[in-house]
Every structure is written in structure tokens, then in C-alpha cells.
Nanobody, 119 residues
Framework: QVQLVESGGGLVQPGGSLRLSCAASASLFSFYAMGWYRQAPGKQRELVAAIFRSGSTDYQDSVKGRFTISRDNAKNTVYLQMNSLKPEDTAVYSC?????????????WGQGTQVTVSS
């Protein structure tokens, strides 16, 4: 069973920065893709950023130019650098990993970390 452990959330003022980390218990090469999702109160969970095995990345339009997803394969860790944070970025951020083996797809989730952007 793969485990994902997030860290780095907290309270930050508008315009500030945070870096989230997601440490996996397996090699990142095991996964087809890893991503960061967020869910704000009363809203559906949404994909923020994803990084694929190939190294390519994808971002939600609202965070393009502000957030950067990256990975350290040696540490089995994926990061989300968040700059120029806005109050609307406030949410619980969760790490996700997708494993594909033949016809079987397995998805893993971390426990989530709270990000609050407020003055």
C-alpha cells in the first residue's frame, strides 16, 4: 500500500508564498502521474497541478504563472511551490498519485494539508 504524506501548509498573507511537499513511500517512477488537488469549503475538489512520468506538467488556469509543481526522484517527493497567494487559494490541498498497470488503475491520496491565505 502506497502512502503519501503532505506537509508545508499553514497561514500566509495575501501575496505570500508556501511550498507544499508530498513524500511517497514508493518510487515516483511507479506512478503514471502525481498531482495536487484542493477543496475549499462548500466547493468540489479540483485539480491544481499535475506532473507526469515523462516530466511534463499541467496547471489549472487560475494558478498558471503562480504555482509550480516539481519532483525530486531521489527523495520520492513532489512539491508545489505557491507564490503570489490569494485568499481564493484557501483550501485543503491533497496529494494524489495514479498508478497504471495493464488494465488496472490505482489512485492514492494523502491526508491533506490546510492552506489559509488571509490578512
Amino acid at each position: 500500500q502506497v502512502q503519501l504524506v503532505e506537509s508545508g501548509g499553514g497561514l500566509v498573507q495575501p501575496g505570500g508564498s508556501l511550498r507544499l511537499s508530498c513524500a511517497a513511500s514508493a518510487s515516483l517512477f511507479s506512478f503514471y502521474a502525481m498531482g495536487w488537488y484542493r477543496q475549499a469549503p462548500g466547493k468540489q475538489r479540483e485539480l491544481v497541478a499535475a506532473i507526469f512520468r515523462s516530466g511534463s506538467t499541467d496547471y489549472q488556469d487560475s494558478v498558471k504563472g503562480r504555482f509550480t509543481i516539481s519532483r525530486d526522484n531521489a527523495k520520492n517527493t513532489v512539491y508545489l511551490q505557491m507564490n503570489s497567494l490569494k485568499p481564493e487559494d484557501t483550501a485543503v490541498y491533497s496529494c494524489n498519485a495514479v498508478e497504471r498497470g495493464g488494465a488496472l488503475t490505482t489512485t492514492y491520496w494523502g491526508q491533506g494539508t490546510q492552506v489559509t491565505v488571509s490578512s
